[in-house]
């Protein structure tokens, strides 16, 4: 797996490529429509809902966002993703979901997934996470990097402390990188469960994305396996979500 992210005066993106024990046929059927695509999704700890509907340009998927885990899903924003199937070849496969508008200035988000074959049982993954941010967006954002997020870091080792520690990185590409890491896993975990009974898939995910988060605890542990659990099997009951 390779991470990296970017960060212009437009915006900021992240980027990661891997290496999935999935043959490109099985992402493909996985993620071959809106639904599924939401029930990866929510799989994010901040992601409490997530709706498809049908319009003029085809299936958008409405993503209800909280900025923290224990906010109840009537202070959540809105991302109305456009999902767009841009390629689907025998050798290459490419989803790409687009919402205008993002809460506090943020505009412009794209989704990406990449797919091609590596061998017979394998498919090399390109996901991307990208938005747009104006000025009130970006003073938002040092403001919570100041203070809450003050401890949180990214992914990139930008040198090393006194004790030979790397030191990652920190700040708004800090926080990308979480974020695109974050998404990625919802991707990983989602395949991961496809090896499950259709009844079990759901609570495998949860665990899948919930263990891996945990293998990196500096930049992503917020809260304990149960806790998580709850707050996610609370949204599934109330929606009514299924597993594909």
């Known amino acids: 797996m ?44 901040n992601n409490r809902r997530c709706r498809v509907s049908k319009q003029g340009q085809g299936e958008v ?43 506090l200035g943020t505009s412009n988000y794209r989704v990406t997934l990449e797919a091609m074959p590596l061998g017979e ?28 997020g003050s401890h949180k870091m990214g992914f990139t080792v930008v040198g090393n402390k006194p004790n030979g520690d790397p030191e990652y990185i920190r700040g708004v590409r800090g926080l990308m990188e979480r974020n695109a890491m974050r998404y990625f896993l919802t991707l990983d975990a989602y395949l991961d469960g496809l090896d499950a009974p259709p009844q079990e898939r759901g609570d495998k995910r949860l665990h899948r994305w919930f263990e891996e988060a945990e293998r990196y605890p500096k930049q992503l542990h917020e809260v304990e396996l149960a806790t998580y659990l709850e707050h996610k099997r609370a949204d599934r009951k109330r929606d009514g979500a299924k597993s594909n």
């Open 2 to 45: 390779h991470l990296e992210s970017t960060e212009t005066d437009g915006g900021l993106q992240g980027d990661v490529y891997a290496v999935v024990d999935h043959p490109l046929d099985e992402v493909r059927t996985a993620l071959a429509n809106g639904g599924q695509w939401c029930e990866m999704l929510l799989l994010h700890i």
């Open 61 to 103: 998927l409405t993503l209800s966002v909280v900025q923290r885990y224990d906010k109840p899903v009537e202070q959540a924003f809105e991302l109305p993703f456009v999902h767009r199937i841009t390629s689907n070849g025998n050798d290459y496969l490419s989803v790409r979901l687009s919402a205008e508008s993002g809460p």
């Open 121 to 148: 049982r394998q498919s090399f993954l390109h996901f991307g996470y990208a938005y747009d941010h104006n000025m009130m967006a970006r003073l938002a954002t040092k403001a919570y990097l100041a203070t809450f």
